[in-house]
């Protein structure tokens, strides 16, 4: 299931590159897409826990 967020707060390469290593890490996650203004989690993954991750590093999101 493919799961799409609009981003806010991602500055440059290396805030996508972060985010995208940190989804990676989450369980159940296939494939991640991220720009700087949305990103696409594919996998069996819930969508709290994509936020949290995209909280805790400080950025903001919306499905």
Do not use: C, H, Y
Request: aromatic fraction near 4%.
């Amino acid at each position: 299931m493919a799961l799409t967020f609009t981003l806010s707060g991602l500055k440059d390469s290396d805030d996508v590159n972060r985010l995208t290593t940190a989804l990676m890490e989450l369980d159940g996650v296939d494939t991640v897409q991220v720009a700087r203004e949305w990103l696409e989690v594919e996998g069996r993954v819930q969508p709290g826990q994509v936020v949290e991750v995209i909280e805790k590093l400080g950025f903001s999101s919306r499905r």
